[in-house]
């Protein structure tokens, strides 16, 4: 028997909401099928089935808010569901010429995989057909997620198909993924949801005519307890610097019709980017002891969104540049808004940006979004009265406020890298030199 989990669709993520069912008991179900909507802490996302068979029971019902990895469901594969029995022929009835023997097609046979279910598989994935990789779905993209070169791995699976047991045994053997994304067969522990932070302080008791009172959407819930589980694990310290942007705002529209709609928040990313490259010591991790080097620069934009704050992810971000930065985040942020950001773009940011500066902010001090280090609060360029030399001006001043990860950020490199920020700001045709 196949059991479907509840996977686990972020690195953040600890239990999943089951939106809806898009089957029922009894339907039958081939690869690829659409079982059901999930909404995780970021999103709401199709989830796949990976095998072919009849769906036996629904353990969990939609609205249902589900542990990562425990079964929601299960299905018949095909080589456990019964063989029709053939209807005897009249006994006056002649005995039919036997047809002729037609080779089978190359199409999927069941295989025993090492739990004990059965997954289909075609014959020439069984063969290893040259040029060929046989990967599940899911793996492929698991794969993608986790920059995991699909070519030099040897697959566990049915005819040597590579699945997800095989790219997690590849980055870190996370047995807890491997049981939420293949639904292996046998009897896995049941997952428990970890206890609430708001457990630490006593409930508050309203009556009705206080206040009106409902059920938080579940992605307020996990993003309330992201931000108190990132507050009580992690180390903050703090560190502001104003920044003249006096000389960026009055050219704004030169950078709007030169780079293809670009904005303030475009520039603030680009000198982000290129004050990680001038200092690759804040684009690290800490995590249980390991010390994570990220290879590209992963930039994490926060957007507000109906139902709660989402970071959307714009990947290997030191690659592009101002127009391509234009082009690839404006869309980014509208998929964010309407919850349809896949797993790529929502994991691993190695520097986040907040930005209220369209708010009329003077300072605020964000939470670390995980696994960023760092994350960065841009607040409004207000008119400010600046000091130069042994004259008073008014300036357009940005206050840039970093939320730092104490276990592997120490003071003199995030301030390194305020500095490299605050002077690409200050002199735009620096920080656009080669666009």
């Known amino acids: 028997m196949y059991r479907v989990t509840m996977p686990k669709l972020s690195d953040s993520m600890k239990t999943g909401q089951i939106v809806e069912w898009k089957v029922k008991e009894g339907d039958r179900v081939s690869e690829g099928d659409t079982l059901a909507e999930i909404e995780s802490d970021k999103a709401t996302l199709d989830l ?53 023997l037609v080779p089978r097609p190359a199409s999927r046979v069941p295989r025993e995989d090492k739990a004990g279910s059965f997954s289909p598989v075609t014959r020439d994935a069984a063969r290893g057909t040259p040029g060929r990789i046989a990967i599940s779905p ?78 938080a959407p579940y992605r307020l819930r996990t993003q ?59 684009n690290r991790s800490y995590d249980r002891g390991r010390i994570i080097k990220w290879r590209g620069v992963h930039l994490g934009i926060a957007v507000d969104t109906d139902q709660g704050l989402t970071v959307a992810v714009l990947r290997d971000a030191q690659a592009l540049s101002l127009k391509e930065l234009v082009e690839r985040s404006k869309p980014l942020v509208e998929k964010a808004r309407s919850g ?20 009329d902010v003077e300072h605020f001090e964000p939470i670390i979004n995980p ?36 276990r592997i950020i120490e003071g003199v490199a995030a301030a390194r890298f305020l500095k490299s920020l605050k002077d690409l700001l200050e002199a735009p045709d620096t920080l656009l030199a080669g666009q």
């Open 340 to 359: 349809k950001l896949t797993a790529e773009e929502r994991s691993h940011p190695t520097l986040t940006i907040t930005n209220l500066g369209m708010h």
């Open 138 to 215: 899911y793996a492929r993209a698991l794969a993608q997620q986790k920059g995991v070169d699909i070519a030099s791995l040897k697959g566990t699976g049915p005819g040597g198909r590579i699945v997800a047991a095989d790219i997690e045994g590849g980055t870190a053997g996370l047995t807890s993924r491997v049981l939420s994304a293949q639904g292996t067969a046998g009897q896995a522990s049941r997952a428990t949801v970890p206890p609430s932070p708001d457990e630490e302080l006593p409930p508050i008791v309203v009556t009705p005519d206080e206040a009106d009172v409902e059920d």
């Open 48 to 100: 796949e089935c990976f095998t072919h068979g009849v769906v036996t029971k629904l353990l969990r019902a939609n609205g249902d808010e589900v542990p990562c990895g425990e079964a929601i469901a299960t299905i018949a594969t095909e080589a456990e569901a019964p063989a029709p029995t053939p209807k005897a022929p009249p006994a006056e009835a002649p005995k039919p010429e036997a047809p002729p």
């Open 371 to 406: 696994p960023s280090a760092i994350t960065l609060g841009v607040a409004s360029a207000l008119p400010t009265p600046v000091v130069r030399g042994e004259a008073i001006y008014i300036a357009k001043l940005m206050r840039l406020t970093l939320s730092c990860d104490h």
């Open 224 to 282: 309330a307890r992201i931000v108190t589980a990132s507050k009580h694990v992690i180390p903050h310290f703090y560190m502001t610097r104003g920044a003249d942007v006096t000389e960026l705002l009055a050219r704004k529209d030169e950078w709007k019709e030169r780079f293809g709609g670009a904005t303030v928040t475009h520039l603030v990313m680009l000198a982000a980017v290129k004050a990680i490259q001038a200092n690759p010591l804040v």
